[in-house]
């Protein structure tokens, strides 16, 4: 795997942050409130933990990765366990973004596992 392609993954991790910010608008559950704010605050999370991977260039980073990934899987479950899971746009918007962020995220982190990403000099 290449700093490209770890790089690309971690820039569509901000597009779904992006959009993770923007959905409660977009969909219309900002009455949501625990919907709300989670999205608000992951998404700015895995944006600035995104951003992070994608400036620098340090293997000392790589495991930034891993904390997008556990974000993405804190999506997937937090409509069930914050009690928004019976409302749909919301569920479906945060359960939908977590899958997008596990498999970026993962394969960002994997990067360093496989192929030896990014070199140990570095």
Do not use: C
């Not at 989670?38 to 944006?47: K, L, P, R």
């Not at 970026?104 to 000099?121: C, I, K, Q, R, T």
């Amino acid at each position: 795997m290449t700093r490209d392609q770890v790089k690309y993954a971690d820039a569509l991790n901000i597009v779904v942050g992006i959009w993770l910010i923007l959905a409660a608008f977009a969909l219309g559950f900002t009455d949501v409130t625990m919907a709300l704010w989670n999205s608000v605050i992951v998404g700015v999370a895995i944006i600035v933990i995104a951003a992070l991977r994608i400036t620098t260039a340090s293997d000392r980073w790589y495991w930034l990765s891993w904390v997008t990934f556990l974000l993405g899987l804190w999506l997937i479950a937090s409509p069930f366990v914050l009690g928004y899971g019976d409302q749909i746009r919301p569920m479906a918007s945060d359960v939908f973004s977590g899958i997008a962020v596990v498999l970026l995220s993962g394969f960002s982190g994997l990067a360093h596992y496989v192929s030896g990403y990014p070199p140990e000099s570095a």
